[in-house]
């Protein structure tokens, strides 16, 4: 037995509007907001009195998703928000992109930092990692001709 497919992949954040911002303004589509509370959820997760808020956000191609997650009760825990790109866990999600130094300059406009430089690989990719808001890094790809 297989699996069938990623469904999405969750990013537990405090402030649920702004990094929501960012990636609507990297390109991914809004799918929906809800409130998530009760025995079910409390159950899954293995937490007790849980509510949060939640933004699942799709891939303009519709493969992705990415789901944003603000809890309210309990509250989460803190990590390091700036921590380097080798720091052992989940550290970056990359998309591909059709122009790095366009998706670059709109995402700086909303407060990102390039993390290193923007670097060609070989003939065949432009790449750069972008810390935004909470710390969280996206990797750019952009593919060459």
Not at 55 to 77: Q, S, V
Not at 106 to 111: H, I
Request: proline share 4%; glycine share 8%; net charge negative.
């Amino acid at each position: 037995m297989t699996i069938q497919r990623m469904d999405n992949v969750g990013i537990v954040v405090d402030d649920l509007k702004a990094v929501s911002a960012f990636f609507v303004e990297l390109g991914l589509e809004l799918e929906g907001e809800a409130t998530v509370e009760g025995q079910w959820v409390d159950r899954i997760v293995g937490l007790d009195g849980v509510r949060n808020d939640i933004a699942m956000l799709r891939t303009p191609d519709g493969h992705g998703r990415l789901e944003l997650i603000k809890f309210h009760t309990p509250p989460a825990t803190t990590a390091e928000p700036n921590a380097p790109v080798n720091t052992l866990g989940i550290r970056r999600i990359m998309f591909a992109v059709d122009d790095i130094q366009d998706v670059l300059a709109r995402l700086q406009a909303q407060g990102a930092e390039l993390v290193g430089e923007v670097v060609q690989y070989e003939d065949k990719y432009l790449l750069c990692y972008v810390r935004g808001p909470e710390g969280i890094i996206v990797a750019l790809a952009e593919e060459l001709s």
